[in-house]
């Protein structure tokens, strides 16, 4: 168990490696995060952190990396959604100008898409799963070997298969994320899923497609967003 400073040191090193991309050292920590706490104490917490699996150090010189289960502990109690009013205009054109429930599905996704800077995938009204944005994904720098975007392309190739996994787990009316091995679309990946509930009775899904390296609590404010958008504009439908 983690106490209060790890918890800290823990949560500052997910946010600094999502935000930079690079491995965080014990200095950055001390400079913006932890700034009355010595650098030699940062740096046996960070050893400890590793020891117990939450980082790793990719090369001897480097700073520390969140590994997976640095992800999950850093999702389960630190996350903070990010209102996505700001954005709202954006993602209600994109599906109030669709003509169709499917053609609101796909516009949401691609919206999505372009303000999270992911994949975005969605399944609904009879249409298998589509993906919107797949450069986002194979740009990212974690996926800039032949060898993980091989794995990425695998993840695709069995995207039918996986969304209908993820529709039976996923939480009824909540954002619902997985990372690594617990991901059915790929263990390089991070999703967060929602369901949305079609004109029609049937169930569709919107989700994000990335890396592990993900600003999780903005992802969830995004699909949180444009669930309401098409709650409402499906509601409308049906009067």
Same mark, same amino acid.
């Given at each position: 168990?983690?106490?209060?400073?790890?918890?800290?040191?823990?949560?500052?090193?997910?946010?600094?490696?999502?935000?930079?991309?690079?491995?965080?050292?014990?200095?950055?920590?001390?400079?913006?995060?932890?700034?009355?706490?010595?650098?030699?104490?940062?740096?046996?917490?960070?050893?400890?952190?590793?020891?117990?699996?939450?980082?790793?150090?990719?090369?001897?010189?480097?700073?520390?990396?969140?590994?997976?289960?640095?992800?999950?502990?850093?999702?389960?109690? &630190?996350?903070?959604? #990010? %209102?996505?009013?700001?954005? !709202? *205009?954006? +993602?209600?054109? /994109?599906?109030?100008?669709?003509?169709?429930?499917?053609?609101?599905?796909?516009?949401?996704?691609?919206?999505?898409?372009?303000?999270?800077?992911?994949?975005?995938?969605?399944?609904?009204?009879?249409?298998?799963?589509?993906?919107?944005?797949?450069?986002?994904?194979?740009?990212?720098?974690? &996926?800039?070997?032949? #060898? %993980?975007?091989?794995?990425? !392309? *695998?993840? +695709?190739?069995? /995207?039918?298969?996986?969304?209908?996994?993820?529709?039976?787990?996923?939480?009824?009316?909540?954002?619902?994320?997985?990372?690594?091995?617990?991901?059915?679309?790929?263990?390089?990946?991070?999703?967060?899923?929602?369901?949305?509930?079609?004109?029609?009775?049937?169930?569709?899904?919107?989700?994000?497609?990335?890396?592990? %390296?993900?600003?999780?609590?903005?992802?969830?404010?995004?699909?949180?967003?444009?669930?309401?958008?098409?709650?409402?504009?499906?509601?409308?439908?049906?009067?």
């Amino acid at each position: 168990m983690l106490n209060e400073r790890q918890e800290h040191i823990l949560r500052a090193v997910v946010d600094e490696y999502v935000r930079s991309g690079e491995p965080v050292a014990s200095k950055v920590i001390v400079d913006r995060y932890l700034t009355e706490v010595s650098p030699a104490t940062v740096r046996g917490d960070m050893a400890a952190l590793e020891e117990l699996g939450y980082v790793y150090q990719p090369h001897t010189s480097a700073g520390r990396v969140p590994t997976e289960v640095g992800y999950k502990y850093y999702i389960d109690h &630190f996350i903070r959604v #990010e %209102r996505a009013d700001k954005i !709202a *205009t954006e +993602l209600r054109d /994109a599906v109030n100008n669709a003509d169709s429930p499917s053609a609101m599905l796909r516009a949401a996704a691609k919206a999505l898409s372009s303000m999270s800077g992911h994949a975005a995938i969605v399944s609904g009204e009879d249409s298998g799963p589509q993906v919107s944005g797949l450069a986002n994904l194979l740009h990212e720098p974690e &996926f800039d070997d032949m #060898e %993980r975007r091989t794995t990425v !392309a *695998t993840a +695709l190739d069995r /995207a039918e298969t996986a969304i209908a996994e993820l529709l039976q787990l996923v939480h009824q009316d909540e954002v619902t994320v997985w990372i690594g091995r617990e991901n059915p679309l790929g263990a390089e990946l991070a999703s967060v899923v929602i369901r949305v509930r079609l004109p029609n009775g049937e169930v569709g899904m919107l989700g994000l497609m990335g890396p592990l %390296r993900m600003r999780y609590g903005r992802n969830i404010g995004l699909l949180q967003e444009v669930k309401k958008l098409l709650d409402r504009s499906f509601d409308n439908d049906q009067v």
